[in-house]
T-cell receptor
Framework: GDSVTQMEGPVTLSEEAFLTINCTYT??????LFWYVQYPGEGLQLLLK?????DKGSNKGFEATYRKETTSFHLEKGSVQVSDSAVYFC?????????????FGQGTTLQVKP | GAGVSQSPSNKVTEKGKDVELRCDPI?????LYWYRQSLGQGLEFLIY????????KSGLPSDRFSAERTGGSVSTLTIQRTQQEDSAVYLC????????????FGPGTRLTVT
């Protein structure tokens, strides 16, 4: 079945460091891909998305490119801030699904130290 | 406007008791989803509603779990004869439709079964 695998955390970085969180997927058809973020004490919120191959999603300095050939959607940010400390979830939604349900990875905790 | 709300925010119950978790979606959102976030299983889909019907219940882990939605709005997730493995954060999300529409998540209900 469809699945998402993301790198285990926690990832600990110093402020202004470069961030990569790896995400790969297995899916039939052509899924849409998402990154969600969960800040401490807050609900899950959409960070960025891409709906087809080679699309790049971006928001708040974060980027991810939909790579069909490697079935990947790695999250990157050039310079992290303490405020980026959160749990990040990669997810897919099957392109031809009539339910729209999301399939999530395990989540990666990011800790940014000043 | 108001986002998705869930109640209670925290629930502690004894093993074997029944619990009800409530979700109030964003007004006008026809699609409603329940997910579960637990340490061992990550973030997993439970059930999807379109209006008051549930065309996808594939994620419900056992027949102790049930859910209903009334008036195309409020949804209740019921867990009967709770077990310790039911301890998790239960998240509700709503969206205007299915594929192509963003899901907005509530803050979750943290359930602890003692």
């Amino acid at each position: 079945g469809d699945s998402v695998t993301q790198m285990e955390g926690p990832v600990t970085l110093s402020e202004e460091a470069f961030l990569t969180i790896n995400c790969t997927y297995t899916a039939t058809g052509y899924p849409s891909l998402f990154w969600y973020v969960q800040y401490p004490g807050e609900g899950l919120q959409l960070l960025l998305k891409a709906t087809k191959a080679d699309d790049k999603g971006s928001n708040k300095g974060f980027e991810a490119t939909y790579r069909k050939e490697t079935t990947s959607f790695h999250l990157e940010k050039g310079s992290v801030q303490v405020s980026d400390s959160a749990v990040y979830f990669c997810a897919l939604r099957w392109g031809s699904s009539n339910t729209g349900k999301l399939i999530f990875g395990q989540g990666t905790t990011l800790q940014v130290k000043p | 406007g108001a986002g998705v709300s869930q109640s209670p925010s925290n629930k502690v119950t004894e093993k074997g008791k029944d619990v009800e978790l409530r979700c109030d979606p964003i007004s006008g959102h026809t699609a409603l989803y329940w997910y579960r976030q637990s340490l061992g299983q990550g973030l997993e889909f439970l059930i999807y509603f379109q209006g008051n019907s549930a065309p996808d219940k594939s994620g419900l882990p056992s027949d102790r779990f049930s859910a209903e939605r009334t008036g195309g709005s409020v949804s209740t997730l019921t867990i009967q004869r709770t077990q310790q493995e039911d301890s998790a954060v239960y998240l509700c999300a709503s969206s205007l439709g299915t594929s192509g529409y963003e899901q907005y998540f509530g803050p979750g209900t943290r359930l602890t079964v003692t």
